[in-house]
């Protein structure tokens, strides 16, 4: 059950990631759309299909960690350290791939992105590195109680 606290974890913080993205940064500040290589239309279109994704891993990882507290399986450190993983590599993923691989977007436009490359990256840095320190607390936890 460890394993599916992780996943559980992980579904949650790749939808969150995609929810705050999609909210803050497509909605409420307007910079970018999912995919801003086309018209307005097909930005639209795009960030429906990416909120929707998002959405779909939030219920996902919220019915396993509702399944796994049923059976009082869950471990609390492997479910928040599976979202902060998930968040930080969606956020890490986004802003490599997305940004820079496929242009499918920038965090903004006409300004330099350089300062918003290094925050979105660094900010999914920092996810990953917590996330990573308390799963192998978790782990050293495990073991000593084993």
């Given at each position: 059950?460890?394993?599916?606290s992780l996943l559980a974890g992980v579904?949650?913080?790749?939808g969150v990631a995609g929810f705050v993205d999609e909210a803050v940064f497509h909605q409420i500040l307007h910079w970018?759309?999912?995919?801003?290589?086309?018209?307005?239309?097909?930005g639209l279109v795009s960030d429906g299909w990416f909120h929707a994704f998002s959405w779909l891993a939030i219920v996902?990882?919220?019915?396993m960690f509702a399944d796994l507290q049923r059976r009082r399986a869950s471990s609390r450190p492997r479910v928040v350290g599976g979202a902060l993983l998930g968040w930080g590599g969606f956020q890490l993923y986004d802003g490599?791939?997305?940004?820079k691989v496929f242009?499918?977007?920038?965090?903004?436009?006409?300004?330099e992105l350089l300062p918003y490359d290094l925050a979105w990256n660094l900010a999914a840095?920092?996810?990953?590195?917590?996330?990573?320190?308390?799963?192998l607390r978790a782990r050293r936890r495990e073991a000593r109680t084993s």
């Open positions: 059950m460890r394993g599916r579904l949650v913080g790749i970018h759309h999912f995919y801003d290589r086309g018209t307005s239309t097909a996902a990882g919220l019915f490599l791939v997305h940004h242009g499918l977007h920038q965090i903004r436009y006409g300004v840095v920092a996810g990953l590195v917590a996330g990573t320190v308390l799963l």
